[in-house]
């Protein structure tokens, strides 16, 4: 079945440690997106890539970082200069801009 | 400063009645919207998308309206069943940017059985 996974599905971070967020598309997807979703919030764009080898930093990509070196892994890494790293992260992908986004199940972050 | 906004946190409604969830948007260059259903612990769904060259789109129980001059959509659900109990997320976007999707605050809607 084709769809996009995320892993690990739960993750702990220590302070000042950086951690990478898992995500990979078998959707032949062009476009990859990185969300962050706080509690009773909406969700957030932190990173999108339209094509490989190319990404652009979305509302709140500060403390982030992402590489896009195949089409179907975009992986978020969540860097220490990340002071409010808590959060459920979301990755999404689209074909075409007039195409909805499918979202994968998410990684929850939390801090130990 | 929010540009897309769902006022009403919360909806509870009774098994086979229907359910308006409500959305508001301030940029006006918004042409294309979306409705996401979303579990806890699960990404969001896609439900019933709209463009700004419609006013209406249906899908099943699922009704989406547009109302530009208002900045202002809806989505209908007719009848509400409990499987439908979930948070719902609307999401704006201008095609020519790349589809970034900018999302409301979300409406946690509880049907009654």
């Known amino acids: 079945d084709g769809g996009i996974t995320q892993s690990p599905k739960y993750l702990f971070r220590k302070e000042g440690q950086n951690v990478t967020l898992s995500c990979e598309q078998n959707l032949n997807h062009d476009a990859m997106y990185w969300y962050r979703q706080d509690p009773g919030q909406g969700l957030r764009l932190i990173y999108y890539?339209?094509?490989?080898?190319?990404?652009q930093k979305g509302d709140i990509a500060e403390g982030y970082s992402v590489s896009r070196e195949k089409k179907e892994s975009f992986p978020l890494t969540v860097t220490s200069a990340q002071k409010n790293p808590t959060a459920f992260y979301l990755c999404?992908?689209?074909?075409?801009?007039?195409?909805?986004?499918?979202f994968g199940d998410g990684t929850r972050l939390s801090i130990l | 400063d929010q540009q897309v906004k769902q006022n009403s946190p919360s909806l509870s409604v009774q098994e086979g009645r229907i359910s308006i969830l409500n959305c508001d948007y301030t940029?006006?260059?918004?042409?294309?919207f979306l409705w996401y259903k979303k579990y806890p612990a699960e990404g969001p769904t896609f439900l019933i998308s709209i463009s700004s060259i419609k006013d209406k789109n249906e899908d099943g129980r699922f009704t989406v309206f547009l109302n530009k001059s208002a900045k202002h959509l809806s989505l209908h659900i007719v009848p509400s069943q409990p499987g439908d109990s979930a948070v719902y997320f609307c999401?704006?976007?201008?095609?020519?940017?790349?589809?970034?999707?900018?999302f409301g605050g979300g409406t946690r809607l509880m049907v009654k059985p």
């Open positions: 999404a992908s689209t074909d075409r801009v007039n195409q909805p986004q499918h």
């Open positions: 890539s339209q094509i490989v080898n190319d990404f």
């Open positions: 940029n006006s260059m918004f042409d294309y």
């Open positions: 999401a704006a976007s201008r095609l020519i940017s790349g589809n970034m999707l900018t």
